[in-house]
């Protein structure tokens, strides 16, 4: 919001900078300002010394740390009580030289039509509040309620540190959560966290400040209390906060660093990386992770190989390294998750989305059946969020077992209508920039695909409806495709990791890309063709895929 209000929807940087600089946005004044005494500075450090530098307390500053001046692949950028963490940003912010960028905005935001707009938002108010009284019913803790996974509040995590995988996503430990794992986490949890917070006007409250004795405070909120700790083998939640603090003033991501650093150490146990290239690295399981991770933030030694991330890492050191990258799509870290049954929804989400966590494409629909008729009736009974009565019918005849089962329950065109809904919201959301946590993420939300258009309509004047939304996310969703098909990207990359599930359906996953493909006006090899293009207004981007021999006439 300090951007609305010093009157910019959003800033587009080009070029690089040939030393280090931040920007200063100050209402209608932008300077690029020296920041060579910043070089090396943490990304939650670099935000205070620059809001002093600048006598203006109230700055909000985005800024690098030490992974994103090294161009890390996997670095974040760190603002206040939210991270830009997936898919390397930090990276980019650093090669072009830009270390923060600080704005501090005092204008007024307009609306068109301002009365309306209040309205729809006190109603979306009243109804975080009922469904914060109200949580859904007969699903896991964690997806009975609003906002980002609710890490910082719960200290139950017998079903993550049981059924997600440990090390380099490999070891379920079932009987890992003991009496005194509950007692011991739940303790230290409460004794770091010094206090829940919420973004800006938000009444959820999804983050903490996490502080620890001798190491300076930082935000932390999602799965990163836990990513450390599994990755590592250590069975101390402190560990996971001390190391996060560290990486968070690095500004690495918390999904994919830990994992990187994981396969690592597989490397080294299988002899495909030696003693040679951990020289001085210490032999516990702690020390270890902060000795690597030190190292990939500077790019010294073998870090610097790791930096570029596992699929990148493992072509690099060659001997057999490719084996281990197995929890990879499209070249990045997934989730350490490892499922029994093929979800036909689920294979199709993490196959053909291009936001590469799985959290940044799936949301409305229930991840799996109910058990009984008198719960999945219950479940639809106040589901206004649905858009299609047909979503509800598949709520009510979907079972854990038998003909109306994973892998072909939902059907191949159903499993296509789920992922596009699911796809839709978050694609609105990031064209509208509202959190995912109120919206596309969770089950029930606030804002969804029936007052969505209002919202629009009444905050810029411009007439919207439910099909107007649609068209945007098309064109989004097809604008991307188009980017990284122009990358390279192809059929044959869309492929979850082999070892996602035990039992996998070669013939029933062709048939889902088959018909998703179809369904979004795309070939065989998910390259939109030229038609679908053009009917979205998109035929400078056909164009351009034509002239690059991607998009051939007459060819679908
Ligand atoms: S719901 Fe979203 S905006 Fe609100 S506190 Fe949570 S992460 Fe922040």
Redesign the pocket.
Known sequence: PELKHAGYDKVIFRGKSPKLVYIWIHNDKVEIRDASHLKGKGAVETQELIRQELKEPNAQVAAIGLAGENRVYTASIEQG?SSSSRLGMGAVMGDKGIKAIAVRGTKDINLARPAEFIELCNDVLKYIKFRNENPVPNVMTILQG???PQEMFHVDEKWHTENFSWGNARTQRKDFWTKGVELRWKEVQESVRTRLI??YN?P????AIISIPGLSAYMM?CFTKLTYTMAAFVDDLDFGFKIAQRATEYGVDGFSTPQIMAFAFELKESGILTDADFAGCPSDNEGKFYWLLDRIVRREGIGDILADGIHWAAQKIGKGAEAYAHNNIKKHEQLPLKLGMLNPVYFLMYATGEKINITQIEGQFPQAPFATMEEREEFISDWIQCPDDKFKQIVLDWEFRGERSNPHYPTVDMSVDIVDWQEKMHYIDDALGV?A??SSFPLKPPYHMHNYPKFVSAATGIDMDEDGLTQVYNRNRNLLRAVNVRRGLRRADEVPPEDHWKKRFPELEAQLLDAYYKFKGWNNDGIPTKETLQALDLGYVAEDLEQRGIIKNGQD
């Open positions: 009580r609003l906002g980002s919420s973004c938000c959820m409250k999804c983050g909120k959190c946590g109120l």
